[in-house]
């Protein structure tokens, strides 16, 4: 009898110790699945500083350009329609006020400094200024010059340039501020010299 509760005694002792060693094993599966946050701290490590800086500096150079096209964009519509506001203005030789009337560069310096681009003095001077462009790279907001090979002698604002089509909003000696569609007229077409952006940079 005493042989025997000698043995389960020690049974039991041995029985307990295997249940103690293997409840504190640490367990290896418990924090390696997909959302173990060890994981998530290690792939964080992975990424350099210098990664980090490249991609915020990329994304913001990429945001710089975009902010520049619909600033630029914006500002083209708003020349154009300001412009439009003054359709009917009667025509004066030197005039560069809606007060006064408007000759062909008063209007268009008006628009243009109203627009925070201050431009002044007669369509030959304002020919020297800006980036000279082709008939078909013309953008609302650009100006063409006409005249012949002596000399240069009416400015426009381009308000439309799609496909065939050109259309222009300036002051005309015959009926004022208007809106022409020049691609279309034997008389702009065949004094048209250039256009010029004064907007981009």
Same mark, same amino acid.
Request: charged share 25%.
């Given at each position: 009898?005493?042989k ?26 418990h924090?390696?699945?997909?959302? !173990?946050?060890a994981?998530?701290?290690? %792939?964080?490590?992975?990424t %350099?500083?210098?990664?980090?800086r490249?991609?915020?500096?990329? %994304?913001?150079k990429? +945001? ?10 914006s500002?083209?519509d ?8 003054? +359709? ?14 408007f ?8 628009i ?5 681009i ?6 030959h001077?304002l020919a ?11 953008l ?6 006409f ?35 020049i !691609? %279309? ?17």
């Amino acid at each position: 009898m005493k042989k025997w509760t000698q043995c389960n005694l020690y049974f039991l002792i041995f029985l307990a110790l295997t249940l103690m060693i293997t409840s504190c094993s640490p367990s290896t599966t418990h924090r390696t699945g997909k959302y !173990s946050s060890a994981n998530k701290r290690a %792939s964080s490590k992975n990424t %350099s500083k210098e990664d980090k800086r490249y991609t915020y500096e990329k %994304s913001s150079k990429s +945001e710089s350009k975009s902010t520049v096209k619909v600033k630029s964009s914006s500002l083209r519509d708003l020349i154009v329609s300001t412009a439009m506001q003054y +359709e009917g203005i009667q025509y004066r030789s030197g005039g560069k006020t809606p007060e006064t009337g408007f000759d062909c560069s008063g209007f268009t310096g008006y628009i243009f400094t109203q627009n925070g681009i201050p431009l002044s003095g007669p369509s030959h001077k304002l020919a020297e200024r800006g980036q000279h462009k082709l008939k078909k790279e013309l953008l609302p907001g650009d100006l063409v010059f006409f005249g012949n090979e002596e000399r240069i002698s009416h400015v426009a604002i381009v308000s439309d340039n799609t496909g065939d089509l050109l259309k222009v909003v300036h002051a005309t000696t015959s009926a004022g501020v208007k809106v022409d569609e020049i !691609s %279309s007229s034997d008389y702009w077409t065949s004094r048209f010299l250039f256009g010029v952006d004064v907007i981009s940079k």
